[in-house]
């Protein structure tokens, strides 16, 4: 198995680390060419979705990736990728990857709690899982294909459509591999 983890710009090294650390290999995609590579799943990791978003259109990664993913290619995306990954973000219209039925609320936590650690239940997983929150969204409703992994504090911080995977923390920032392990059994 191998997975391709998109590093235009945030946190992608640690989400390989993790993979390493599962025995997967991985390879980060910087550019069109690196796109082209074998490859079996997408990480999109977290960091700022409008920064990505401008470097996915670009690089003239945005329509490949998007394509490759509705014709079923896994995909997990962390914070900023669960946003790329959301057909509706609150508040405006651009065209992101948007191939997961979700609405998302960006920086939806404010200012006071904007970064925040709490370890809480994920469907499917038989333990508290470690949750670094960082300026994070939350998905404040979903269509009937998304089934909701994970909720704090009455939002929705972990979902999966067919073989798309989000979390609006940080799994990779934390030495609890069960998301991962979890995408790469998905996978
Ligand atoms: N606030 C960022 C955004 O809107 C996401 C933050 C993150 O990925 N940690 O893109």
Redesign the pocket.
Known sequence: MRIAILALQ?AFIEHSKMLAQLGVESFEVRQAADWEQPKDALIIP?????TMLKLLRELNLLAPVKQAIEDGMPVFG???GL?LLAKHVVGDVLERISTMDTTVC??AYGRQLSSFYIESNVKGIDHAVPMTF????YITNVGKDVEVLAEVNGHIVAARQGKQLVTAF?PELNDDLSIHRLFVEMV
Request: overall charge positive; charged content about 20%.
């Open positions: 945030g977290g960091g700022e979705s409008t962390t914070c900023a946003i960006r920086n960082i300026r994070a969204p940080h």
